[in-house]
């Protein structure tokens, strides 16, 4: 089993930055990619951005040359930094991790908003 916690979300200006955080215990697997969703208010899940095993990170093109993922094996911890958030960026983000099951967090809420 696979264990996945989002921290970091919160209310923030147009314009301005945060960074989200989950945390991955368990049975973290080398070969497997981790990556972030998010879900807006009455939309569908959507990809935000991935980073392989071997470190090649993927972004959707709506958040592509804003937000970054990085990790850090030691603290078994990938990292989503956004910056010039937008209020569409508003949606609650989803850390997930598969090695070939999918493995997802609990959420954590992103709201831009002036």
């Known amino acids: 089993q696979v264990q996945l916690v989002e921290s970091g979300g919160g209310l923030v200006q147009p314009g301005g930055s945060l960074r989200l955080s989950c945390a991955a215990s368990?049975?973290?697997?080398?070969?497997?990619?981790m990556g972030w969703y998010r879900q807006a208010p009455g939309k569908q899940r959507e990809w935000v951005a991935t980073l392989s095993s071997d470190d090649r990170d993927s972004y959707a093109d709506s958040v592509k040359g804003r937000f970054t993922i990085s990790r850090d094996n030691a603290k078994s911890t990938v990292y989503l930094q956004m910056n010039s958030l937008r209020p569409e960026d508003t949606a609650v983000y989803y850390c997930h991790y598969t090695s070939g099951i999918n493995y997802w967090g609990q959420g954590t809420q992103v709201t831009v908003s002036s």
């Open positions: 368990g049975r973290i697997l080398r070969f497997g990619a």
